[in-house]
């Protein structure tokens, strides 16, 4: 099968090399002109990512950004909750089969299968809380419902979406992914664009566009690629997926739960005790967290495939020590970044949120912290290495539980610095389960 604009298959050669191994200036020559294309279309995608969540931040009034922040914030984490287990199966089971497309389909099928089954009896669950937050913040019952409606149908085609992509990040064909980003930001913008001039800005309207126009760009564009990889007719999982699946979600649930917890626990005090305006702060810092999504977008679809498929021994050991390299270089360059230039990206948020430069700072440190944890936790959700994952919720919620005594946690700074100290305690656990996982006792069976 040749190879189409939107492909960019690892060459052979240079798949089979071992990480220490000196490549042919041919290898190199390919590996940097990929990595070139990845890197230019990754910035035009975040880029235009960024301009549509500035404009949203900037033309919202502030309560109706916090209804909105809460609505995403409910999709997030049901869509969070369905993905345990998921991803780490995709990874783990899906990385050796990538050349077998029945197999592959089989696996994706499955997986799909148990996304409904988490999604089903999440929402029940989720959806009374932000409910309850929503109108604890003052927002109309009818648009309360609404609101959550919309939520709901994006996180059902997130769903779609995840599973289109995932064969082909595994196949490492990022290009297509990228360019379909691209096109998605493009017509997000423009549709912003419009509700700006029409002075139609609101929650439900930017949930909508999100919903109806971005949301269905991946399910129209990917299934056919996708289909080169992994065949959607397969009903063959591999031996024993629908069990191995079961029980990496189920050993993935308390890691879940404190990954929930740290995000989203802070955002709870603030919400339910019926500040708005704190709400609509932490949302509006979370913006900052776009400045990470070039190097978290190489962390997700180059990084962890690879930690997914490169030989266990000193290749991996290597490739995980790159990783936490590579996790350190880009908190430093996060902090440093918005100590410069703080300022001026509170210019852009717009003049509501002008007066919160510690919290900026404060906000940076956390997500500093946040993605050098998801560096080092990448190499645990490629191999699957889950098996003590009992111990997250326990030293996660243990130690925010301790911070609520010394934190203003209603305020938005001390929000933060709970969120810092969950984060903390995530890394602590990965640390222990990966010095476990490389002597062979964190695998899920």
């Known amino acids: 099968m040749s190879r189409s604009l939107g492909d960019d298959t690892t060459d052979a050669a240079a798949t089979q090399k071992p990480l220490n191994s000196k490549l042919s200036p041919r290898i190199k020559a390919g590996w940097f002109k ?3 294309l990845f890197s230019g279309l990754e910035l035009v995608s975040r880029v235009l990512q960024m301009l549509g969540a500035l404009l949203v931040v900037r033309f919202l009034a502030k309560d109706e950004y916090a209804w909105y922040s809460l609505a995403i914030g409910f ?6 909750l369905t993905m345990i287990g998921a991803g780490a199966a995709l990874f783990s089971m899906g990385g050796p089969i990538v050349n077998d ?3 592959l389909g089989g696996l994706v099928r499955a997986v799909k299968s148990w996304r409904w089954r988490l999604m089903a009896f999440s929402l029940p669950v989720v959806l009374p809380i932000f409910a309850i937050l929503l109108y604890r913040n003052a927002c109309p019952p009818l648009l309360i419902a609404l609101l959550l409606l919309l939520a709901c149908g994006m996180m059902w085609l997130e769903i779609q979406r995840h599973l289109l992509a995932a064969p082909l990040e595994l196949a490492m064909r990022f290009n297509l992914l990228q360019k379909v980003e691209v096109i998605a930001a493009v017509v997000r913008l423009l549709a912003l664009g419009v509700l700006i001039g029409m002075m139609w800005m609101n929650a439900a309207s930017v949930l909508l566009v999100s919903t109806l126009l971005v949301g269905w760009i991946p399910l129209i564009l ?6 080169e990889i992994a065949d959607p007719e397969s009903t063959a999982p591999p031996a024993d997926a629908t069990r191995r699946i079961r029980a990496l979600s189920l050993t993935a649930m308390p890691g879940a739960a404190s990954y929930m917890l740290e995000s989203q626990f802070a955002t709870f005090f603030v919400a339910f005790a019926g500040y708005t305006t704190g709400v609509a702060d932490l949302g509006a810092l979370a913006r900052v967290g776009l400045l990470l999504t070039l190097p978290t977008a190489f962390l997700n679809k180059i990084i962890q495939p690879k930690l997914a498929t490169v030989a266990a021994g000193h290749s991996l050991v290597r490739a995980w020590q790159l990783t936490l390299v590579f996790g350190v270089s880009i908190g430093a360059l996060m902090m440093g970044g918005v100590w410069i230039f703080g300022d001026y990206l509170l210019l852009l948020l717009g003049p509501a949120y002008a007066g919160l430069k510690f919290e900026l700072l404060l906000y940076a440190a956390f ?8 560096s080092n936790g990448s190499l645990l959700e ?8 009992w111990m997250r919720p326990i030293v996660v919620l243990g130690s925010m539980t301790c911070a609520t005594f010394f934190l203003p946690i209603t305020t938005v700074s001390g929000a933060i610095g709970l969120m810092i100290v969950g984060s903390l305690g995530n890394l602590l656990v990965d640390g222990i389960i990966i010095a476990l996982g490389f002597r062979g006792r964190s695998h899920v069976q």
Do not use: H, N, Y
């Open 34 to 36: 990929k990595l070139s």
């Open 75 to 80: 999709q997030g984490m049901v869509g969070f």
């Open 101 to 103: 497309r029945k197999a």
């Open 222 to 227: 990917l299934p056919k690629r996708t289909a």
């Open 367 to 374: 997500q500093a912290i946040s993605f050098f944890t998801s």
């Open 382 to 389: 490629a191999r699957g290495w889950l098996k003590r994952s």
